[in-house]
């Protein structure tokens, strides 16, 4: 019986070593979870993109507390079949706005900076229409397959 051993650390090994990739999908699987998805864009740990500092001189930290509280209400008002989605769209949201802000901090445009704070507030009016009730968005919707004028 000189494999039961092996086979037994073998067996270990790979249960304590699956456990740590487990831990770091979290933060992909945030939509299917009840995890937060606050937006972590400013503070001056190593996880924040934009310095405390930086993110109050230019207003992003209001900005991004209020999508914060916009999602939150839009979430409570949603239909359990709706929360995923909402949750998955928001995890999106908050990945590419963490991609944009690490080339905004590359940047010293103008232009570039206006445009962030736009899509904040983008991002904000449409969770708070979501949250009082407002249903969808009027406009011509295009994609690969055709359009859609609402």
């Known amino acids: 019986m000189p494999c039961s051993p092996r086979l037994a650390a073998a067996v270990a090994a790979i249960a304590v070593l699956a456990s740590g990739p487990s831990v770091a999908m979290d933060d992909d699987l945030r939509a299917s979870s009840s995890a937060p998805t606050a937006i972590r864009l400013c503070g001056d740990s190593g996880d924040s993109t934009i310095g405390t500092a930086d993110c109050r001189k230019a207003?992003?930290?209001?900005?991004?507390?209020?999508?914060?509280?916009?999602?939150?209400?839009?979430?409570?008002?949603?239909?359990?079949?709706?929360?995923?989605?909402?949750?998955?769209?928001?995890?999106?949201?908050?990945?590419?706005?963490?991609?944009?802000?690490?080339?905004?901090?590359?940047?010293d445009a103008d232009e570039l900076k206006e445009s962030f704070a736009q899509a904040l507030r983008r991002r904000a009016a449409a969770l708070e229409g979501m949250a009082s009730g407002r249903s969808g968005f009027a406009g011509n919707w295009v994609n690969a397959f055709g359009s859609l004028t609402l």
């Not at 992003?60 to 008002?77: C, N, P, S």
């Open 59 to 107: 207003g992003t930290d209001r900005l991004v507390t209020q999508i914060d509280r916009a999602f939150d209400a839009a979430l409570g008002k949603m239909p359990a079949n709706i929360k995923p989605l909402l949750k998955r769209d928001q995890a999106w949201f908050n990945e590419m706005i963490i991609d944009a802000a690490e080339v905004l901090a590359e940047s």
